[in-house]
Every structure is written in C-alpha cells, then in structure tokens.
C-alpha cells in the first residue's frame, strides 16, 4: 500500500519512539519486582518517546504547532498546521508490564484532524488514516463491526480511577450498558480502544474525561472506517468536553440512549 508523505512521516516518528518504548518497556518487566518498581523509569520513558516524535516532525516539517501530553502547547510559525500527540497512551498498563499501550498522533489542519496515526509497538499493530482517504491496520483496510444489535456487542470503556471525578455517574452508566450487551472491556489505553472500534474488534466505545491528546488520533480512524464518534450529547466537542461514544451508526445511537438512562427506570 503507497502511503502518503505526511503518514510517511507520522508512522517514522511513531515506529521510531515505539522502538525506544520498546527497549524501556523489557526493563519495566525486569524492574516489577523490585521495591521502588518502575515509577520513575517510565516517566523517563514516557518523555524520552515525546523527545523522539517532537524531534522527528520539527524537521519533517518546520513551523508546525504541537499539542503535546508532556510539554503542551508549542506554538508554531504555520498557524494553519498542528500535531496533537500522546507519546505513551495506557502508562498504567506499561507501568505494570501489561503490553497494551500505543503512541498516538494527529495532524490538524485549519482545526480539522486531516492524518492520524496509531501505534502499539508491542503487537506492532499500526493504524493509519487520512481524511477521505480510508483507515489501515498495517496495510488491510478497515471498516468498523456490522452488529446491529446492543444485545451481540462488546462495548469498550474507560474507568474513572482514584483522582477522578465521576465515579457515580459512571456506575450508572457501567450498569446501563452492561445490563443491555454481551461484554464491557477495559483496556487502559483510550487511543487504542478507538482504533479497535475502526477496526471492528470493539461494537463501540464510551469514556469520560479524556484529554485531546488522547482522542484526537482515533476519531479520524473511527471516521474513515465508515464509524460515529460524538462526545457524550451527540455533539461533536470530543475534543474540548473529553467524552466520546463511538460505534457504527445503530450500535452509536443505541449506546447514546442507553448511556443516558435514568437508573430509577432500570
Ligand atoms: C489514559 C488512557 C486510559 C484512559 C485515561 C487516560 P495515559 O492515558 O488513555 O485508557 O482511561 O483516561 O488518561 O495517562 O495513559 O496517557
Ligand atoms: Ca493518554
Ligand atoms: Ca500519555
């Protein structure tokens, strides 16, 4: 399959961080057992991955803006132009070994994600977009599952944890779609679950309280593979609320229903 420059681009820098989280994610195995454990290493890590990808599109292309996890907002000369970059989505899952975790980043082009690209360097499983042009897992074309019906879907998700708002509401909602599928599944890494919804291993997919950095990569996936993606009201502010529900589209309105539920009608 021919690539275009710019995921040309975007799958160097992310193959080239992945392999340097790749080399720090064996010494995070090795690291479990001791007392300290790998706190300290996989922010190491983390940032050393954010170094490579910054370093990798500022040549590629100069004067580009970023919207990093680690470093923030870097402006740029072009105004027209930014990247929204998660160097180690799922750092919990890294932290302990568990090898789900991915790199994401998108290109935003007059305030539309236009390229995106995917990463778990663990699996080597790449996933890739362009606005109208499609969206990749390596090189087979993706489209997202056919399930028409809640009762025969897999539903990912992402729980609030320690430090996190919302653990109430979210019950609520655990208990809604639990109650109305065939399994709920937790990950640890947003970016990735939004490619699994491209690539039709996940029906769908709900979470509260992202950042940009951890979506923006996935909606244009999710797009391009004939999906929805809305935040939580079927609005499209993914970005600036943090709430994303995505399926196709029967398994995306049912799931916005269902989210939505008053638990006194249960
Ligand atoms: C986290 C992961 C996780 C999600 C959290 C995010 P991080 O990102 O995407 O799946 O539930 O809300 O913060 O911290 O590992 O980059
Ligand atoms: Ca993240
Ligand atoms: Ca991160």
């Given amino acids: 399959m021919a690539r275009s420059a710019i995921i040309n681009v975007m799958v160097q820098a992310a193959m080239k961080a992945g392999r340097s989280l790749s080399r720090d994610f064996g010494e995070v ?30 040549k590629a292309r100069p004067g580009y803006a970023f919207l990093m996890e680690e470093r ?12 929204i970059v ?18 994401s980043i998108a290109l935003e082009r007059q305030g539309q ?4 690209v995917i990463y778990n360097p663990a699996m ?9 042009g499609g969206a990749f897992q390596n090189d087979r074309r993706l489209r997202v599952a056919g399930r028409s019906k809640l009762s025969d879907t897999v539903i990912g998700t992402g729980i609030p944890h320690m430090g996190r708002g ?6 609520v909602e655990l208990r809604n779609v639990m109650a109305e599928t065939a399994g709920v599944r937790r ?23 992202l950042s940009p950095w951890d979506i923006a990569a996935g909606v244009l996936l999710i797009r391009e593979a004939g999906g929805f993606i809305s935040d939580m009201d ?10 994303v529900v995505a399926g196709n589209e029967t398994i995306h309105r049912a799931l916005l229903k269902t989210l939505k539920t008053p638990l006194a009608k249960r």
């Fill in 29 to 58: 195995q090795n690291l479990q057992v001791s007392l300290k454990g790998p706190g300290d290493y996989v922010s190491q890590a983390d940032r050393k991955a954010e170094e490579i990808i910054f370093a990798e599109l500022s």
């Fill in 72 to 83: 923030g907002v870097v402006d740029g000369e072009d105004d027209q132009h930014r990247w």
């Fill in 86 to 103: 998660d160097p180690l989505d799922g750092t919990t899952n890294f932290l302990h070994g568990l090898p789900i975790f991915s790199i």
């Fill in 113 to 116: 994600i236009v390229a995106a």
């Fill in 124 to 132: 080597d499983e790449l996933y890739t977009a362009e606005r109208g």
């Fill in 166 to 171: 919302h653990h109430g509401n979210y019950l």
């Fill in 187 to 209: 990950m640890g890494s947003a970016a990735l679950d939004l490619a699994y919804v491209a690539a039709g291993r996940l029906d769908g997919f709900w979470e509260i309280g």
């Fill in 234 to 243: 079927g609005g499209q502010t993914m970005l600036e609320s943090g709430s």
